[in-house]
T-cell receptor
Framework: NAGVTQTPKFQVLKTGQSMTLQCAQD?????MSWYRQDPGMGLRLIHY???????DQGEVPNGYNVSRSTTEDFPLRLLSAAPSQTSVYFC??????????????FGSGTRLTVV | DQQVKQNSPSLSVQEGRISILNCDYT??????FLWYKKYPAEGPTFLIS?????DKNEDGRFTVFLNKSAKHLSLHIVPSQPGDSAVYFC????????????FGQGTELSVKP
């Protein structure tokens, strides 16, 4: 049981380049989300999804796109990378939004540097 | 507007003593509060949660207290162990916001032998 798998673990991009951060979970979780962690800012929600075909914006959505075509996968796309997007990105999933007391399972993160 | 705040960036405690991590919030619509622990180069891991209808929840060495009137919660770790050294995040969920979690800035706990 792999849990939440994020790829790649590290990435360096040049300003203006595009890329997709991959997130997959094998727990049949309904809810998936993307966070970014920056020093002194904690974890900030970028986008989230309550099920296949349904996505919504979080606190800091600008510059990022998401889609949820399957229950298992929730990729995060950077269309034109900017230095302000240098951060550590975490994907998280949860069985159901109706059971928050079970917590959310996080992946191990993707460290992205935009130069 | 920071809805969940952890005002102490760091905390240092002696092994065996109590660690108290604090968290304040502003949104009265939050119905669940969670604590996460994060080691370097790893993702956060769920530690303990509390519903807004309770004022205390205990799990082994970890206890979370909720004071709704003060919009304040705290995590107590007794006794503290060196392996507890990590960054602790407080998080809250608003039932009318699609289940998303809002996190605080985190507090780095250092437990010294």
């Amino acid at each position: 049981n792999a849990g939440v798998t994020q790829t790649p673990k590290f990435q360096v991009l040049k300003t203006g380049q595009s890329m997709t951060l991959q997130c997959a979970q094998d727990m049949n979780h309904e809810y998936m989300s993307w966070y970014r962690q920056d020093p002194g800012m904690g974890l900030r929600l970028i986008h989230y999804s309550v099920g296949a075909g349904i996505t919504d914006q979080g606190e800091v959505p600008n510059g990022y796109n998401v889609s949820r075509s399957t229950t298992e996968d929730f990729p995060l796309r950077l269309l034109s990378a900017a230095p302000s997007q240098t951060s550590v990105y975490f994907c998280a999933s949860s069985y159901s939004v109706d059971r928050p007391n079970y917590g959310y399972t996080f992946g191990s993160g993707t460290r992205l540097t935009v130069v | 507007d920071q809805q969940v705040k952890q005002n102490s960036p760091s905390l240092s405690v002696q092994e065996g003593r109590i660690s108290i991590l604090n968290c304040d919030y502003t949104n009265s619509m939050f119905d669940y509060f969670l604590w996460y622990k994060k080691y370097p180069a790893e993702g956060p891991t769920f530690l303990i949660s509390i519903s807004s209808i309770k004022d205390k929840n205990e799990d082994g060495r970890f206890t979370v207290f909720l004071n709704k009137s003060a919009k304040h919660l705290s995590l107590h770790i007794v006794p503290s162990q060196p392996g507890d050294s990590a960054v602790y995040f407080c998080a809250a969920r608003a039932y009318n916001q699609g289940g998303k979690l809002i996190f605080g800035q985190g507090t780095e706990l250092s437990v010294k032998p």
